[in-house]
């Protein structure tokens, strides 16, 4: 009977050990998966800090790539427009030999105008002053001429005055002669008259 109750006891100490080592061991199946849990989350955190940080590499890789691309870009553009910028300036040392060459020519042109103005208005002035000359001289003769004229018409104005005068002293000599010989022939005339009346008393 003891032997008996030893074995149960024993069997209840067994089970009891069991059920104690099974509820331990079911706590630290608890733990374990919470802590599994927390190690798979902590799992997913990472996979998604990895998955982020990959976004986040390639999106700085696209990133990259773009300002890699954009400076090749900026490079070329830089490198066409000192291109044209050299071209810029060559055509604008062109432009401006050929700025000076026309001022040159220009002034050549205007200095060769300038002399030919100046030998035409030499000319001119020349043409002007014999222009003058001419008709000074013309004046001098006209004037001479006139002058000349007004002497002859004056000695004719003078000759036709004494003509004139001497026409009528002829004419008054002839009056005065005729009136002498007018009172010669009156008295004569009274004389004989008086001859006769004389003459017809005596008889």
Same mark, same amino acid.
């Given at each position: 009977m003891s032997k008996i109750k030893a074995i149960k006891l024993q069997k209840l100490e067994e089970r009891s050990? *069991?059920?104690k080592e099974r509820k331990?061991?079911?706590?630290?199946?608890?733990?374990?998966n919470k802590e599994s849990n927390k *190690?798979?989350?902590?799992?997913?955190?990472? @996979?998604n800090r990895e998955k982020e940080v990959r976004l986040k590499e390639e999106k700085q890789k696209i990133e990259i790539e773009r300002l890699t691309k954009k400076d090749e870009e900026l490079t070329l553009v830089? #490198?066409?427009?000192?291109? #044209?910028?050299?071209? $810029?300036? *060559?055509r604008e040392e062109q432009q401006n030999r050929k700025d000076i060459d $026309?001022?040159?020519?220009?002034?050549?042109? =205007?200095? =060769?105008?300038?002399?030919?103005? %100046?030998?035409?208005? @030499?000319e001119l002035k020349a043409i002007k002053e014999e222009e003058n000359k001419q008709k000074e001289l013309e004046y001098l003769k006209i004037k001479e001429w006139e002058e000349k004229f007004d002497r002859e018409q004056k000695l004719k104005e003078q000759e036709e005055i %004494? @003509?004139?005068?001497?026409?009528?002293?002829?004419?008054?000599?002839?009056?005065?002669?005729?009136e002498d010989l007018e009172e010669k022939t009156k008295k004569t005339v009274s004389g004989l008259e008086k001859f006769s009346v004389d003459k017809s008393k005596e008889n």
């Open positions: 050990s *069991i059920l331990d061991l079911k706590s630290w199946e608890e733990r374990l *190690i798979r989350l902590y799992e997913d955190e990472l @996979r830089t #490198k066409e427009l000192r291109e #044209k910028e050299k071209q $810029l300036k *060559i $026309l001022e040159v020519r220009e002034n050549e042109q =205007k200095n =060769k105008e300038l002399k030919e103005q %100046r030998r035409k208005n @030499r %004494r @003509r004139d005068q001497r026409l009528m002293e002829k004419e008054l000599e002839k009056r005065a002669k005729f």
